[in-house]
C-alpha cells in the first residue's frame, strides 16, 4: 500500500461509524463463542460448498466447541476467499491470534478458549463497539417486535417488510399483525389502519427507515383499493396458505411507501433475491440472484413517490450500472452499500468506482456491515475503507489533482455524513 494510501486509510479509519444495516439482535450483540463466529452463514455455506455434508454443520443440540472443531477441520479451502481474511483479521484484533498463523485444527482450541475468556467479560459488548468505532448499528426488526429492553439510540430499529407484502397470505401472519396492532383485520380498511400503526409504533421508537427485499421477478404498481378488498376478501376466506396474491402485495407495498411518506422514513429496498434456490443448502446458504431483474421494474414508483428517500442495494454487481443511472437522474434515489454476492473487494472496487465518478455525493451510501454479530462490522468495514482509500487516493488525489483534505471529506461524508443526513439522525 502506498504512502498516500495509508495515510488516507488512517483517517478514514479514524472515523467513527454508524452502520445503517445489520441483521443484529440487540439483546445478544456481542458473540458468546467462536461458535457464533464460524456459525456466520459465509461459512458454513462455503465449506458446505467445499463438501462438508449439511447435516454435520446443522447437526441439533450441537455443542459450540464440537461444532468449532468440525468446521475448522473443512476450513482450509476457504483460505483464499475474503470471508477467510474477515476471520483472520477478527481473530487477530479482538482475540491475539498470530499474525503469521492459519486457522488449523492444531491451534484452533487455545483461540476458542481466548475468545471465550474475552466474550465473557462483562463489558465485552462495549469493548467491541469502541475498538470499531461504533456510535449506532442498525437493525432489521420483524414488523412485530415489540422494540423494548434495548438502548434504541445505539440499535436502531428499521421495519422490516417482508412478511407484511409476501406472506400475508399466511394465517400466522395475520394473526402476529393483529396481535401487534390491536386490529382485526377484516377489510382493506383495517389493513390499512394497521400498517399505519405499525408505522406510529416504530416511530415512536426511533425507527429510521422502512426495508424490504424483493424478488427479481417484483414489479409495484398502484392498486385500487376496490381490487384490493376483492383480493383480501378472497384471502379471508380461503384456507390457502401460499404467498400473497400479486394484487394484494402491490397494495401492502404501495401502503408502505405512501406511510414512508408521511412518516418522513425512507425506504430501504434490496432488489434482486431469489429464496430458496439451493433447496439443500445450510441455514442462510439457499438464496441466489438472477438477471431477470430491472430498476425500470420501479419507475413508477421512483416518479409517484419524488418525497420518499429510496437507499438501494442490489444483489448483483452487474445490475450496478443500471443503478449508478438511476441515482444520477432520480433526485430520490440513493445508491447503498455493496450486498452479499457484491461484498467482495473486486466488486466493491468496480461498483464504488462506478458510483463516485458518477452519482451527486451526497446520494451515496458508502458501506454497511450486514452482520449478525458485533465483531464482524471491523473486519467487513476495514474491508470498504481500504478500498475506498485506493479509490480516493488513485482517481482523485492522484488523476483529478484533488488535495488529501479534499479526498478525506469526500470520504468522510461516503462512511457517515450521508447516513446522518439521508436517515434524519
Request: aromatic share 12%.
Amino acid at each position: 500500500m502506498s504512502d498516500l494510501r495509508q495515510r488516507l486509510f488512517a483517517e478514514l479509519d479514524s472515523i467513527r461509524l454508524i452502520d445503517p444495516h445489520s441483521h443484529i439482535e440487540p439483546k445478544t450483540a456481542a458473540s458468546k463463542t467462536l461458535a457464533d463466529i464460524l456459525g456466520y452463514h459465509y461459512y458454513t455455506e462455503l465449506i458446505h460448498s467445499a463438501g462438508m455434508p449439511r447435516v454435520e454443520i446443522e447437526d441439533p443440540g450441537l455443542d459450540p466447541k464440537e461444532k468449532v472443531r468440525r468446521l475448522v477441520a473443512r476450513i482450509e479451502p476457504l483460505r483464499n476467499t475474503v470471508q477467510y481474511s474477515w476471520l483472520l483479521e477478527l481473530a487477530r484484533t479482538f482475540f491475539d491470534f498470530p499474525t503469521d498463523e492459519h486457522l488449523t485444527p492444531a491451534n484452533w482450541e487455545t483461540l476458542y478458549d481466548t475468545a471465550a475468556k474475552r466474550m465473557a467479560q462483562p463489558d465485552w459488548e462495549q469493548q467491541v463497539l469502541d475498538r470499531t468505532k461504533l456510535d449506532a448499528v442498525f437493525l432489521t426488526n420483524n414488523f412485530d417486535d415489540p422494540l423494548t429492553d434495548f438502548d434504541t439510540k445505539r440499535y436502531i430499529p428499521c421495519l422490516r417488510t417482508d412478511d407484511l407484502v409476501f406472506h400475508l397470505s399466511k394465517a400466522a401472519v395475520r394473526q402476529r399483525l393483529e396481535k401487534a396492532t390491536d386490529t382485526s383485520i377484516k377489510d382493506i380498511a383495517t389493513l390499512r389502519s394497521a400498517i399505519g400503526r405499525l408505522f406510529m409504533h416504530f416511530s415512536s421508537k426511533g425507527a429510521r427507515a422502512c426495508a424490504i427485499s424483493l424478488p427479481p421477478t417484483f414489479a409495484p404498481t398502484k392498486v385500487a383499493p376496490e381490487a384490493a378488498g376483492t383480493a383480501l376478501t378472497a384471502l379471508l376466506r380461503s384456507t390457502a396458505q401460499n404467498t400473497s396474491p400479486e394484487t394484494l402485495a402491490n397494495f401492502v407495498f404501495w401502503t408502505l411507501a405512501e406511510f414512508c411518506a408521511e412518516f418522513k422514513l425512507p425506504f430501504d429496498l434490496m432488489i434482486g433475491v431469489n429464496r430458496a434456490v439451493y433447496r439443500d443448502g445450510v441455514y442462510q446458504g439457499q438464496d441466489l440472484y438472477d438477471s431477470r431483474v430491472s430498476l425500470i421494474q420501479y419507475q413508477e414508483l421512483f416518479n409517484a413517490f419524488p418525497q420518499v428517500v429510496f437507499p438501494i442495494s442490489v444483489l448483483a454487481s452487474v445490475t450496478n450500472q443500471e443503478l449508478v443511472s438511476y441515482a444520477w437522474i432520480f433526485p430520490n434515489v440513493v445508491t447503498n452499500g455493496h450486498w452479499w454476492y457484491s461484498n467482495t473487494p473486486a466488486y466493491i472496487e468496480h461498483d464504488a468506482a462506478a458510483r463516485l465518478e458518477a452519482v451527486p455525493q451526497t446520494k451515496q451510501i458508502g458501506y454497511y456491515s450486514d452482520a449478525y454479530k458485533l465483531e464482524f462490522c471491523l473486519p467487513k468495514f476495514a474491508m470498504y475503507k481500504r478500498i475506498l482509500a485506493k479509490l480516493l487516493a488513485e482517481r482523485f488525489v492522484l488523476e483529478r489533482g484533488w488535495t488529501e483534505d479534499q479526498a478525506l471529506d469526500l470520504g468522510r461524508r461516503i462512511l457517515r455524513g450521508n447516513v446522518e443526513q439521508i436517515f434524519n439522525m
